[in-house]
């Protein structure tokens, strides 16, 4: 085991531990350790919502989830060296649940959830259909995942960190803040919202001095969406042996991580998409200089993944188009064909006792890939979404015998309170 | 070889054929030929421009490619005993080129050809940073594609249709019309337009009697987009070996097939952007009585893809969100956050010696991957583009040691005319 | 298609065709056809009992199969400049079945065979518990097989040719000759017998003037066993896209071909174990000038495998070491590991309904991996047999509920003398 | 993480443990612990010599390494309720090095070894070529593997116990041992010998009573060759993810488990070939009740492997034919075989520049795969080995250009004495 220079107590707050990571993007969050190019080192995070989740049969804490509190981020971390220009390199060793514990309250303690958000907190992706809160326990064994909630399936995990990524500089957060601003105002009543501005109301920065911890909690980013600085992606292929490689915009790179996955499908569907936990990373970094110029990389992240993501060589796809629900037709609009290709997904899987709900937690979580078939074919684009055939204890595929069924069991846990 | 129930001569325009195809949809266009379920059988296609565009230097024929006589389609097909309400059983049990002609001035005589559409003429997904035509001629030997207008690069084909889809009702094809004639309506002279309405020049409508032929012409739904029959929907992986369910809207089901590509990256970018070809495939067809209600299935197609698509363990990965060059904020736009995950592609690869345009090329034709990664963190979706790494001839990896280059050779051809 | 410079005729004999083959090893046998390097071509191959073999439900054929009389062997190939010392580079573009012929007497016609050899006549690799003949028909639609002789399984082929190979030159004619009839003197009455030494009758030998002939079919090798030349290695991952090295030993490299099997295990255990067929190769061949010593190679074959062979995520494996069926231990013999191996997958498959002979069939037809696993740990060499689970129509996992038993039809058809 | 029931303490010897461990094979060894079917549960290991070999550029250790004291086994674990008939379910739920521990003097903590054991001491399996002692350390990164010894490879490990197995009943002991016996008594002095009778010399044999011990020392099996009950398999398969079946001998089963392999080559064919450490494995277990009979397992492990061994998609083939060096054909010999392919690998890689004893011990450790092509083909066996063009800094494949050299370094470390 590397050393753990960001360790984590299960038993106390994020905003208890030993050192206070933060939940905001800002430039003058100051690193909290320093690593040099070509260590190795372990890093503890924190579920995304610092244990309000439970392991329970009820969707309420899914309801009301504070929102404003994500993403309890372990970092910044100081890359001894690196300046903006550069490219930083971070390889991502090992990647799992919480190593010392398979049990107990805290998310990565031997379980992880999935849930749907409500329309009136957070939404989701298909949140028109799924306006309601919904969650699913999912229990690891190895890294195999069930859920009591979904029966009828086991996958192996597709273990990754959700979010990874640089401090902006001063310009580029001026830069998000504005942008962000700007599409808010075009609509600033919207449930959801259009986008989440800065909010002071459970901030948490690091060790932002005092007197700045005001006006640093006034400006910094929120950490829901991925920018320029990697951030959120939630990419599912960032798997252990993954390298990445994210472009330094302050001294030091000031590198943080969070929201570990123990599987999820391509979208993160249900919004509380992948299987939340805690855990750690053993990551090792590294920094080509000048490596923004020299490869033409302005911005974003480019990626290589590991080489041992779980095989499966039997797919069930399903395809959708940009027409809405309603049959309005949408000019080349990818976002709107995957929502129509998962919507069919699970019209199909509610054939074999799955509830929609069910499915659609399912594909939230589960190794899915969604992709992008056709994105010129005026006017409707294509999208598709691939569900492997052998995480089903049935035989999904279609033919003419009798349709297997599932027993759903005690169903997935659904809030009285929208 | 199965027996062939829809040749084509190479020497002769798709036109003058024993069997007429079309290149339109509509319930009226009358089986060419019927198959029982249960049958294999061989099919010619014609490549989508029937022999418009050359294999040469210059891309004038791309400029000023006819759209209007798109897509030369076999068939239809009519399985006996199919009724609206069952779902066809597809099997693809063999395509490829052109299978006794290895050298000719038709596409899939050995070669095929990638092309980015002028923006005056069709257009393409990054259509406006690349607003003029340009071509790429590929040449085949066995599953692999070089092309002297992209060097450095070669491939294993992922060989497959581009269009398949059943005929329309004509309550579908209403609503077609209707709904797309609606958003054309909402900018009339957009450049490229918003979608294609019935064009009666250029339509060819099989065995539509006579006297029927113009009324036909000027409903009959062209076949750019993919829609609820399934149609263009440019899914890479639907090669040799894949079963494909496609619902059933008219008796007999008519099936038709065309626009074969020897490989494509997701999305076929470039609009003209599989390497294009006319070749044959090899089908088995069955029925699913019922099978809409009994899956749940109102529209599109669900697919198995087949397990001999070329396998890659290395690929590089460049990410993408919902923010326009010019630095606008959109809310969750997958289809824009792709765009910006090609041209991050784009901008990379133009550090090795490729051109921009080269580097277009290769995205539209070779078996990039495009995945949808993060779809929910309001307001930036995360759409990632993979590229293997083994079909470089030069090591593409980022690193600290100096940068291979490429000689871009003769470049890909311009045309002079946008 | 490329120009096909080895035709055959189904419907006549291989020593009526226009152009003769071989079917024995020796330099003096002249090329039949010329070409040069860089040069791609087609050649037909017949299947390596010219037609003996019927698609019927009777083995007498394979107990009295005339093993004198294989492998009819297109070629020799001459490539032009190729001379001894150097590497003759082979790719496989494509391998398949009569292309042209999906029905008909002639394996390779739609379908293909495998054959237990009884012990009397030729043997197998389990000999001593399968001593009788036994025959199973496969089908082909597309890529998959299926047979009627062993229900249940379905599996995509594996399809390549089982024999290809380089001219020896009259030194390792010699040796092989030598070396081969010193071990047949070893145990001259040995059934099955050691090995195969030249047998002038039944012997077809191309080109050779018929002054020479009774000579050279004194000395010509028999093409049953690899040898330096590559010959038939029956490696079942010779399949599309593969490039193979051969040593040249005669000017011209004097290649040649034959042996397809659409599908085969790893060992072809039954001997005529593959699914045995006539049909194609698409060859381009090249030169690597001094190959041989510039790598070291001073014979056999080196070969890197196509990129699109089947792809299966899910397998079942059985281990064997090195003690006899009779509990004798023998000293690290990976080939009685690998015979234990089998057997216990056959035994284990009879409990599913299949008979011993059917499993047998299968494991010698099917993709199945059989691989070294403990080479060196004294005196067990452990070999271990993996079979893909998603070639079976049942789910074959051990497991605490009820086997689940397939319907054995009308069995293999078993010769009633031996 | 799992409780840990069988923990070890780095620094103390295997005999001075909390628990003790056993290095032979007998019923009467008593359960270390026990555990319930459905139980998941930590195991530690420790190398197998206990500490002997030392990460250091001298192969003294290895050309003395005392044979005698191997396996260190963690074990027996009774699993209660298993009795003789039943099979035992093992889930390899993770496996990898000492956890808490990347740099110390043991292999496991951060590296691991590969030795080419000498003629004199063990042997190999291609002792006659390689007659003396070498070394290779390999240090970890993550699940990466480099080693100072042999430049100019990087692999990802594929993890993996190389023994686990279930007690001997009586009988079977009693089987074992003369069965090896009478193997021995054919050619008592030869070096290295065939097999290895009981010793009590070095024996650890948990918790056997003081007066039974000299009796169980004396009849005790050794635990180098695999046997009907598992045992030293070296599947380098046996990766996590993997479910392995056991028959039961004995009330309990008494399952032990031992010898991680960081990586290794089918074959392990320097005899201390895997990249040997110690480490921790958290396994569930589970018992099919009667499943020998049920299943027609008499003898022999089952195993279904894991979906997260590395993917490789190149590779570089050689094969081999049971023909001796000296040109002596044997009859079908796959063992001699794979010894043929195998040095035709290591022929063609010193070209490259490594040493052929580099290339040697890159062949035991990197994840090669050794597989049986044809065992009936008369006289001749054709084996092939399999290399992952990956894992190499060069272009490792044969071309018409300059080859590539690496820089062989310090080499791998020779012992002075044989």
Chains 1, 2, 3, 4 share one sequence.
């Not at 570990?260 to 750690?280: A, K, N, P, V, Y």
Request: charged share 20%.
């Amino acid at each position: 085991m590397p050393q753990n220079v960001f360790p984590l107590d299960s038993a106390k707050p994020f905003t208890e531990q030993k050192i206070l990571g933060h939940n905001r993007w800002h430039p003058e969050i100051p690193p909290a350790v320093s690593v040099n190019p070509g260590d190795v080192f372990r890093v503890d995070c924190r579920e995304w919502f610092d244990g309000y989740i439970k392991n329970d049969d009820s969707a309420e804490d899914i309801a009301t989830a504070p929102l404003h509190t994500v993403h309890t981020l372990s970092g910044p971390f100081r890359i001894e060296g690196a300046k903006p220009g550069d490219l930083l390199i971070v390889d991502i060793l090992d990647v799992g649940p919480i190593p010392q514990e398979d049990d107990g309250p805290l998310a990565g303690q031997g379980w992880g959830y999935t849930g749907i958000f409500a329309k009136r907190n957070g939404g989701s992706f298909l949140t028109d259909e799924f306006p309601d809160a919904y969650k699913a326990v999912w229990g690891f064994r190895g890294d195999r995942a069930t859920s009591r909630h979904v029966p009828g399936v086991e996958f192996t995990g597709m273990i990754h960190p959700g979010l990874m990524g640089t401090a902006p500089s001063p310009e580029l957060l001026k830069t998000w803040n504005s942008r962000e601003a700007a599409l808010i105002a075009t609509d600033p009543d919207r449930v959801p919202a259009l986008a989440l501005p800065p909010e002071p109301d459970g901030a948490i920065l690091g060790g932002v001095p005092e007197t700045d911890r005001d006006r640093v909690a006034g400006e910094g980013a929120r950490t829901a969406p991925p920018r320029e600085n990697g951030g959120n992606q939630d990419i599912k292929n960032l798997t252990k042996g993954t390298r990445i490689f994210y472009p330094v915009y302050v001294d030091g790179a000031n590198f943080s991580v969070g929201d570990l996955h123990f599987s999820q499908g391509d979208g993160e569907i249900t919004f509380c998409g992948g299987i939340e936990m805690g855990g750690f990373l053993d990551l090792h970094v590294d920094v080509i200089k000048g490596g923004m110029e020299k490869y033409n990389v302005s911005e974003n992240a480019i990626f290589m993944p590991g080489n041992t993501a779980p095989q499966h060589s039997r797919w069930l796809s399903f395809s959708g188009t940009s027409v809405t629900l309603d049959g309005e037709q949408r000019y080349l609009d990818s976002h709107l064909a995957y929502q129509r290709a998962c919507l069919h997904a699970i019209d199909y899987l509610s054939t074999f006792g799955w509830s929609k709900e069910q499915a659609y937690l399912l594909l939230g979580a589960a190794p899915i890939e969604g992709r992008f078939s056709g994105v010129v074919d005026i006017p409707n684009a294509c999208a598709t979404v691939y569900l492997p055939l052998d995480i089903f204890d049935i035989d999904i595929r279609p033919g003419s015998g009798e349709v297997p069924r599932i027993d759903p069991g005690i169903g997935a846990p659904r809030a009285s309170v929208g």
